[in-house]
């Protein structure tokens, strides 16, 4: 659970133990993506395809489904995927970025559990 509320985790693939193997290049939406194999400490594996050209994550498969990102934008140096389509359990629940706010000053009472 830790690994799944990770914020960026593929920047920290080693600090959590990640394991990963590149297994090939596949298509995904007419354009080649490297797939590859993540293996958590736990052993769970998934597999991400990241974009030749641009290095952008364009799908993701683990165990609960498929994810695919699409229409990145870039925000203060920064590329987000503007949609996420998510297939789960024949059920499709699709994400649109509406706006992001970096360093946004937040009170601290926005985390007080009580």
Known sequence: MKLQATLNIELDYAKYGIKFNLLGIEEIDANDAYKVEFITPDGSKSVDYFDVKSGLKVRSVDESGVSNFTEYQQIKKIKYPGKISQDMQGQTI????????????????LFIIE
């Open 94 to 109: 699709k994400f649109e970025l509406k706006s992001v706010d970096v360093n946004k000053k937040l009170d601290d009472k």
